[in-house]
């Protein structure tokens, strides 16, 4: 996936049913999958007061499909487990619709803002062993 002439890295992790979780590697790649990949309702993950990579989960193509407690949960616990507090035990996700993420004009890159956050307590972990980069 090219953006503006950059290439975007993202971890990929297939779920069942076609639902897809991307994980950025960089603060620029966070960047880009949270106001460029993320569709309006595509969900965001992010590990709560310490630095770790924006994650989306995203719904099969051409499907409104809302996810059920368990994908959002396997969705934050990847947002955990890409950040500085992947040793921890059970770590505080924020979770909100893509739609409700907005970079403040000015802020440097991997800096967003939150409306209508939920917080999710899970364990750092990954879906499956097979990752894409």
Same mark, same amino acid.
């Given at each position: 996936? *090219?953006?503006?002439? !950059?290439?975007?890295?993202?971890?990929?992790?297939?779920?069942?049913?076609?639902?897809?979780?991307?994980?950025?590697? #960089? =603060? *620029? =790649?966070? !960047?880009?999958? #949270?106001?460029?990949?993320?569709?309006?309702? =595509?969900?965001?993950?992010?590990?709560? /007061?310490?630095?770790?990579?924006?994650?989306?989960?995203?719904?099969?193509? /051409?499907? #409104?499909?809302?996810? =059920?407690?368990?994908?959002?949960?396997?969705?934050?616990?990847?947002?955990?487990?890409?950040?500085?507090?992947?040793?921890? /035990?059970?770590?505080?996700?924020?979770?909100? *619709?893509?739609?409700?993420?907005?970079?403040?004009?000015?802020a440097k890159p991997g800096t967003v803002t939150l409306r209508k956050e939920t917080v999710l307590k899970v364990r750092p972990g990954l879906p499956s062993e097979s990752v894409k980069q």
């Open positions: 996936m *090219k953006m503006k002439n !950059d290439e975007l890295k993202a971890y990929e992790y297939p779920l069942s049913g076609g639902w897809l979780i991307m994980a950025g590697h #960089s =603060d *620029k =790649d966070n !960047d880009q999958l #949270s106001l460029k990949v993320a569709r309006a309702e =595509d969900w965001w993950f992010h590990v709560r /007061g310490m630095p770790g990579s924006h994650v989306l989960l995203r719904s099969p193509e /051409g499907t #409104s499909q809302e996810p =059920d407690k368990e994908m959002l949960r396997q969705a934050a616990a990847v947002a955990a487990w890409h950040s500085k507090a992947r040793a921890g /035990g059970v770590v505080a996700v924020s979770c909100t *619709k893509a739609k409700f993420v907005g970079k403040p004009r000015g």
